[in-house]
T-cell receptor, first 114, second 114 residues
Framework: DVKVTQSSRYLVKRTGEKVFLECVQD?????MFWYRQDPGLGLRLIYF???????EKGDIPEGYSVSREKKERFSLILESASTNQTSMYLC?????????????FGSGTRLTVV | GDSVTQMEGPVTLSEEAFLTINCTYT??????LFWYVQYPGEGLQLLLK???ADDKGSNKGFEATYRKETTSFHLEKGSVQVSDSAVYFC?????????????WGLGTSLAVNP
C-alpha cells in the first residue's frame, strides 16, 4: 500500500517560531502537495511540487515555504509561526502518469500556535 | 473554470437510513471524479472513483455514478451505520494524463445516530 507519513500528529508551537512539517511517501510519486484544512473552508492548497527541487505556489502560500530535496520528502516551513496558522495540515502525493489515480493523504498534523 | 459543488452539511441521520450526498461539477474536458472520506482526527481516504461517463464507483456499501448529462456524482448508501459518521469530500481531476491538480468540494459532514 502507498503510504504517506507525516512526522507529527499534534504540534504546539509558540508565535514567532520557525516550524517544520515533514512528509514522506514511499511509492515513488512525482507529485506532492500541502493543504491546510479549516472548518467551513474545506481544503486549501498551500504549495505543491511536481518534481525534485521544484515547487509551485498554491492558493494560500503567504507565510509558508517548502523544500523538496529528495523525491520522497516534501517539507512545509512556517517561517515565523502566527496564531492564524493554527490548523490541520494535510500532505498528499500522487503519480503523474495515471490520471484517474487521485491522491493519497497522510494522517494530518494538527498544529496549534500559541 | 473547473469547480465542484456539494451539498452543505451537517447531515444527520438515524442508523439504517438512506444516504444521499449531492455533488455536481463543472469541467471543460473529461474529468475523473472521486469521493474521499475523512474520519474524525484523520487524513482523507479515497472512498470510490469513476474515470468516465456512466461508470459506477462502489466501496463499503457506498456508490456513485458518473452522470455526464447532469454533471453529477452523487454519493449514496442504502443503510448507514454509526461508523459512517465522517466528512465526505467530492473531487474532480480535470486532466486525463496526470494527477496534478484535484479540484475539491467543501466537504459534507455526516453524523449517524444510533
Amino acid at each position: 500500500d502507498v503510504k504517506v507519513t507525516q512526522s507529527s500528529r499534534y504540534l504546539v508551537k509558540r508565535t514567532g517560531e520557525k516550524v517544520f512539517l515533514e512528509c514522506v511517501q514511499d511509492m515513488d510519486h512525482e507529485n506532492m502537495f500541502w493543504y491546510r484544512q479549516d472548518p467551513g473552508l474545506g481544503l486549501r492548497l498551500i504549495y505543491f511540487s511536481y518534481d525534485v527541487k521544484m515547487k509551485e505556489k498554491g492558493d494560500i502560500p503567504e507565510g509558508y515555504s517548502v523544500s523538496r530535496e529528495k523525491k520522497e520528502r516534501f517539507s512545509l516551513i512556517l517561517e515565523s509561526a502566527s496564531t492564524n496558522q493554527t490548523s490541520m495540515y494535510l500532505c498528499a502525493s500522487s503519480p503523474d502518469s495515471k490520471g484517474g489515480y487521485g491522491y493519497t493523504f497522510g494522517s494530518g498534523t494538527r498544529l496549534t500556535v500559541v | 473554470g473547473d469547480s465542484v459543488t456539494q451539498m452543505e452539511g451537517p447531515v444527520t441521520l438515524s442508523e439504517e437510513a438512506f444516504l444521499t450526498i449531492n455533488c455536481t461539477y463543472t469541467a471543460t474536458g473529461y474529468p475523473s471524479l472521486f469521493w474521499y472520506v475523512q474520519y474524525p482526527g484523520e487524513g482523507l481516504q479515497l472512498l470510490l472513483k469513476a474515470t468516465k461517463a456512466d461508470d459506477k464507483g462502489s466501496n463499503k456499501g457506498f456508490e456513485a455514478t458518473y452522470r455526464k448529462e447532469t454533471t453529477s456524482f452523487h454519493l449514496e448508501k442504502g443503510s448507514v451505520q454509526v461508523s459512517d459518521s465522517a466528512v465526505y469530500f467530492c473531487a474532480l481531476n480535470p486532466y486525463a494524463g496526470n494527477n496534478r491538480k484535484l479540484i475539491w468540494g467543501l466537504g459534507t459532514s455526516l453524523a449517524v445516530n444510533p
